[in-house]
């Protein structure tokens, strides 16, 4: 029987690797998730959170992404608290209601859209298939992670078509 500190240090070698494994696969989905029939550029409307919701809720809905059940059930976590996580970026997301298929829908505008007590450039929808779910809080760790990053910030603010955001969303990914 090895001894108890050598126990630990299997513990805690062990737990690495495997959250090395989790994020591995957390950072393939992110890679998987994003569609460039999901983003958009540039788009100003009325209507507050809920006009984006629903904007990037059509495309979602459009491509067979979601339904209608899953962009109310993102409506009722907006109402609840508001999804912007940093100066630049809100997160909509589901309370409990699953995507038909893993999503992130991106708006990126260059006017900031009030949202909350921020106002936001990004807006990343983000719908979770029931199979895809163990990695959610690893996709928004990643997401948040990057954008509280000054200099990951300002290279996603320079992207102007789909193929530059995702090479400079998956720039750091391993």
């Known amino acids: 029987m ?3 500190r050598s126990q630990r240090k299997i513990r805690t070698k062990v737990a ?3 959250e090395a494994k989790r994020r591995g696969q957390a950072h393939r989905l992110l890679r998987h998730v994003l569609q460039p029939e999901l983003f ?3 788009v100003q409307l009325q209507g507050g959170p809920d006009a984006y919701i629903d904007y990037l809720g059509s495309l979602c809905i459009a491509g067979e992404f979601a339904d209608e059940d899953f962009i109310r059930d ?3 976590r ?3 608290s508001s999804t912007a996580f940093t100066e630049r970026l809100a997160i909509p997301h589901s309370i409990d209601t699953y ?3 893993s999503f992130i829908a991106v708006l990126h ?3 900031s859209i009030p949202w909350g007590r921020h106002d936001v450039n990004f807006v990343l929808l983000i719908g979770i298939a029931r199979e895809d779910m163990g990695y959610f809080r690893d996709v928004l760790d990643i997401i948040i992670e990057l954008f509280s990053s000054v200099d990951d910030t300002m290279r996603l603010m320079q992207t102007d078509t789909f193929e530059e955001f995702l090479r400079a969303f998956t720039h750091d990914l391993g």
Do not use: Q
């Open 2 to 4: 090895p001894h108890p």
């Open 16 to 18: 690495g690797v495997l």
């Open 40 to 42: 958009a550029r540039n």
């Open 74 to 76: 993102v409506h009722l």
């Open 78 to 80: 907006e109402r609840i």
């Open 99 to 101: 995507a038909a298929r």
């Open 109 to 111: 505008n260059d006017t």
